[in-house]
Structures are given as structure tokens and as C-alpha cells.
């Protein structure tokens, strides 16, 4: 229980820098989005817009995607004891959740700039 609370409490630490660091900066916004690789990511597969839509929203989102990915993937890896294997599971967790919810904030971000 204590490291599941302390992988919580981890992501929610790394979610309060991102909008301290990035989504309540204009300057750092702007650079966040189009510079950032998960940015370029989204756009290049997803032939996004980000002039079209509510650019803080997407900064929210991959804050929030950013934080759960980290806070999943390190609560995982600490039921493992043995190194060579946390460092195996930590990487295709980490992977697997990449793709799997910047495959997602893809898809709402092009939705939201069709409307």
C-alpha cells in the first residue's frame, strides 16, 4: 500500500511541475508545442493543426498523460526485485503506455479540431 501511495503521490508532483513549468508559462506553451516530441509525434501521424485547437488543453493532457504514465510505470517496477527485470518491465511499460495514450490524445485532438 505504501508504494502504491508513494507512486501516487509521485505523479501527482510530476503533473504540478509540468503546469508550473510549462502550462502556465506563454512563452514555454508555445515552445512546448511546437517543439516537443510528443507534440511532433500527434502531428505527424495525426496531421494535426495546433493552431485550430485550445493549445493549453493539449498541455493538460499530456501533463496528465505524462504524470499517470510515470507514476503507473514506477508503482509497477517496484514489485520487482530483481534490476536487469525492472529495467526490462519499466521499458516496455513505459513504451506500451506511450503509444497507448499518445494513440488516444491523438485521436481527441483531431476531433476536437474538426469541430
Not at 508559462?25 to 496531421?47: A, F, M, V, W
Amino acid at each position: 500500500m505504501e508504494k502504491i501511495l508513494f507512486a501516487f503521490i509521485t505523479a501527482i508532483v510530476i503533473y504540478l511541475l509540468y503546469l508550473v513549468l510549462i502550462v502556465n508559462n506563454e512563452r514555454r506553451l508555445n515552445k512546448y508545442i511546437n517543439k516537443s516530441k510528443e507534440c511532433q509525434l500527434i502531428k505527424g501521424r495525426y496531421k494535426i493543426n495546433f493552431d485550430k485547437v485550445n493549445k493549453k488543453k493539449v498541455a493538460h493532457l499530456f501533463a496528465l498523460s505524462n504524470s499517470l504514465i510515470i507514476g503507473v510505470t514506477f508503482s509497477i517496477i517496484l514489485f520487482v526485485d530483481n534490476f536487469i527485470l525492472k529495467l526490462l518491465c519499466a521499458f516496455l511499460i513505459f513504451t506500451f503506455l506511450i503509444l497507448f495514450t499518445y494513440l488516444y490524445i491523438g485521436k481527441y485532438v483531431k476531433s476536437k479540431e474538426e469541430k
